[in-house]
């Protein structure tokens, strides 16, 4: 067997696909072939004979799959700064929201950028995010709010996975927001139903995901939203129970949403619909924190119901101006109380669960895309752990 690359002497961790748990290897190799994965395991299982272009020693260092922020609104243009402001004065995000500012405020901001400008404004949060073993990350648009914006802001996210070494899943979120200075939320559901097929016939969106909450829209405007992406073939997601408990996870549970993320005031017939459905729990720790949030999302009763829980971001300017995926992971332990093996699933198997992808990427195992992130570490838990600390060695994505 010739490979393309493969790295030894490293020690491997990674969750398996149908197994709970971490799957440790001391003394362990990857081989590369073609962008995928052709070996996996203990160097002394390494097939006789085989060979490779280049190869890498690790000298004991951590091998695990490339991190994967499942959910991010990372494509927008301007800042909130000056909401943060107001916040620390003591107005809530709910006033200033009614009051024209949020997530109106980043949508002026957005329309007014072109798709270099776009692009030039999300790259340096991208890179953060590379910078820490991101291979793969979500983003939604939302920010646009009319067809030919979130278009804008669709093209702006396929670019940047061409202008970076990254996995880019676009999901188109028009409905988030009402837009600033229309007045009638059923007539911009109306609207967002009849972009959803013109955005997957030009190949922009790959799933549909809608903002169910007071401020944003009602259960029976998001349903119908859920229910035309569905007849258009595309997958759903849903922010869903973040400010209050709309039932939104048992709704995004009704269209076999592949996730449900925030879920902070989601009850226990939610999180039972969403283990019948198998959607996933995304959880959002740095929107939590921003918001200073109480009511923690029902994670007893998530690992009871057996639901995956992945991690994410939820990088947006407004609740989770953070681009650090490590830092999430710190604060899931603390605020949320996930252990470690739950955090590492949570930013690698679980979340590419939450993406549809997990048959392509989310665990080292062979087939799948050779997406790795080499960690200078005595421990996984390392990784969790510390703060403010970035231990990456290397990232590989799609082997190179
Ligand atoms: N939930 C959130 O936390 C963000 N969007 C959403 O649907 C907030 C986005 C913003 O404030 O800009
Ligand atoms: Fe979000």
């Known amino acids: ?33 073609s962008g995928r994965i052709a070996f996996v395991g203990p160097m002394a299982d390494l097939p006789n004979g085989w060979d490779a272009a280049e190869r890498v020693s690790l000298d004991g260092r951590w091998i695990m799959p490339g991190l994967i922020d499942c959910h991010t609104h990372l494509v927008y243009a301007g800042s909130r700064a000056d909401e943060f402001e107001r916040r620390l004065a003591g107005a809530s995000y709910e006033e200033i929201a009614r009051a024209g500012g949020g997530i109106a405020s980043t949508v002026r901001a957005t329309r007014a950028a072109n798709e270099e400008q776009l692009v030039a404004e999300s790259l340096p949060r991208l890179d953060r995010l590379l910078a820490e073993g991101v291979t793969a990350v979500e983003v939604k648009s939302g920010y646009g709010l009319d067809l030919e914006s979130e278009t804008r802001l669709l093209k702006a996210a396929r670019r940047l996975g061409v202008q970076r070494e990254v996995s880019v899943v ?7 927001a009402l837009p600033p200075g229309a007045g009638d939320k059923d007539k911009h559901i109306d609207d967002v139903c009849a972009w959803i097929s013109l955005l997957k016939r030009d190949g922009l969106a790959d799933a549909v995901d ?7 829209f009602s259960p029976e405007q998001t349903a119908r939203v859920l229910a035309t992406a569905k007849a258009a073939g595309l997958p759903v997601k849903l922010h869903a129970d973040q400010l209050s408990n709309l039932h939104g996870a048992a709704l995004a549970a009704r269209y076999q949403a ?24 995304v959880l959002l720790p740095g929107a939590f924190y921003v918001l200073r949030e109480s009511h ?12 995956a829980m992945a991690l994410a971001t939820d990088c ?16 899931a332990a603390t605020l949320f109380r996930l252990t470690v093996d739950e955090i590492i699933a949570g930013v690698t198997r679980e979340a590419a669960r939450a993406l549809g992808r997990l048959a392509e990427i989310g665990t080292l195992e062979v087939g799948k895309f050779c997406d790795l992130a080499i960690w200078d570490i005595e421990r996984p838990a390392e990784l969790v752990y510390r703060i403010g600390f970035n231990p990456l060695h290397a990232r590989v994505w799609h082997g190179r």
């Open 296 to 307: 923690v999302p029902p994670i007893e009763a998530l690992r009871r119901h057996g639901v």
């Open 170 to 176: 676009a999901t188109f979120l028009g409905a988030h």
């Open 210 to 216: 809608a903002f169910c909450e007071k401020i944003a």
């Open 258 to 281: 592949l996730s449900a993320d925030h879920l902070e005031y989601t009850d226990e017939d939610g999180v039972s619909a969403m283990a019948a459905s198998g959607t996933v729990a």
């Open 1 to 33: 067997m010739r490979y393309d690359r493969i790295w030894l002497d490293g020690r491997l961790a990674t969750p398996l696909s149908g197994r709970p748990g971490l799957a440790v290897i001391e003394k362990a190799a990857v081989a590369a072939r």
């Open 316 to 331: 947006n300017p407004g609740t989770s101006p953070i681009t650090s995926l490590l830092t999430v992971m710190n604060m």
